[in-house]
C-alpha cells in the first residue's frame, strides 16, 4: 500500500511529536492555583503562553497558574535538535469558599491612610523579595509541611463585605499555639526577615530556586537573617499572632515569581500527614 506524500508527512510528524512528548515530565496537577515541575532534555527551551520559561542546566523547570487561570493554555518546547513542539494544556477549575458578611460599619470600611501607606511599603519588600532570582533547583525536591496541625484557612477563600469583594487568601493556615516550631519545607536562602509588617507581622521568605519561593507569615521570633542558606526540615521561625490577625498561626504561602499559588500543591495532604505522625508515635 502506497502512501501520499501529505500522508507520510502526518505519519512523520505524529512520530515526532510522540517522541518529543515522551521527553517531557511533569510533576503536580494541571489545575488553578498549583504549582507544576518537569523536566526536558538538556538544552532545550520553554514558553508558556509566549513567556520565556527558565530552564536549569539539568533541564528543570517550573511553572505555575494562578488562582483564577484560564483552563486552556499553552506550552511550547524547543529541543536541542531544533524540533518545536506545542502543547495545549487543560488546566481543571477550582472552586473556592466565599462568606459573604453584611452590616459592616461605614467607618470599619473606610481605610486608614497611614496603614495604607505602611503596608504599601511592606509590599514593596515582598515584591522585591519574590522577584529574586536564584540559580538552584531546590524547588524540584519533595517538599514537606513546615508545620502540621488543624488547617484553620484554605487557599482561594474570600470574604465579600457589604458587597465589595475582598482580597483573596493566598495561603494555606496551620492553627498552632505561640511558640510552635516551624521548619523549612525544602533547602534555599533567605531573601526577606522582617519581624514586624503591618498586616503579615513577623514575615519571613526562602527563596527555593527558578522563582519559586515560600513565605511565612504572623512568626512570633525568626532564627535566621537575610542572605542565610537553610536546608530542609532546619528551624526557621516560631509561630505567633504578629499584624492583623485574631489567633495563633502559621500562613504558609507559595509563589512562583509574583504567581500566587497554593502550598497543598507540593506537599502529600495533611491527614496523610498526621496519620503517619500518630501511627509514627505508637
Not at 466565599?98 to 501607606?117: C, E, F, L
Not at 505567633?240 to 507540593?266: C, E, K, Y
Request: charged share 20%.
Amino acid at each position: 500500500m502506497k502512501l501520499s506524500v501529505v500522508a507520510c508527512c502526518a505519519l512523520l510528524s505524529s512520530v515526532l511529536t510522540s517522541t518529543a512528548s515522551a521527553e517531557i515530565t511533569f510533576q503536580g496537577q494541571f489545575e488553578q492555583g498549583a504549582l507544576v515541575r518537569g523536566t526536558v532534555p538538556v538544552g532545550s527551551s520553554i514558553k508558556l503562553n509566549g513567556g520565556v520559561v527558565k530552564v536549569t542546566p539539568k533541564g528543570q523547570f517550573a511553572i505555575g497558574f494562578d488562582r483564577d487561570a484560564k483552563t486552556e493554555q499553552m506550552l511550547e518546547v524547543t529541543y536541542p535538535t531544533g524540533l518545536t513542539e506545542l502543547k495545549p494544556i487543560k488546566v481543571t477549575s477550582r472552586e473556592y469558599k466565599i462568606d459573604r458578611v453584611t452590616g459592616i460599619s461605614t467607618t470599619i470600611m473606610k481605610p486608614d491612610p497611614v496603614a495604607q501607606k505602611r503596608a504599601a511599603e511592606d509590599s514593596k519588600q515582598t515584591y522585591a523579595a519574590r522577584e529574586t532570582f536564584i540559580e538552584q533547583d531546590a524547588f524540584m525536591q519533595d517538599f514537606i509541611w513546615p508545620v502540621t496541625g488543624r488547617i484553620s484557612g484554605v487557599y482561594g477563600s474570600q470574604r465579600v463585605y457589604n458587597d465589595v469583594p475582598g482580597n483573596p487568601h493566598f495561603g494555606v493556615d496551620v492553627a498552632r499555639p505561640t511558640g510552635t516550631v516551624v521548619v523549612s519545607p525544602a533547602d534555599g536562602v533567605i531573601t526577606l526577615a522582617v519581624p514586624d509588617m503591618f498586616y503579615s507581622g513577623g514575615t519571613l521568605i526562602i527563596d527555593h530556586g527558578y522563582g519559586v519561593s515560600s513565605t511565612f507569615l504572623h512568626l512570633s521570633k525568626l532564627y535566621p537573617k537575610v542572605g542565610d542558606k537553610v536546608t530542609q526540615g532546619q528551624k526557621l521561625a516560631e509561630i505567633g499572632a504578629t499584624g492583623r490577625v485574631t489567633g495563633p498561626h502559621l500562613d504558609w504561602r507559595l509563589n512562583w515569581f509574583q504567581m500566587r499559588l497554593d502550598p497543598v500543591s507540593i506537599v502529600p495532604s495533611m491527614s496523610t500527614v498526621l496519620a503517619a505522625e500518630k501511627t509514627a508515635q505508637k
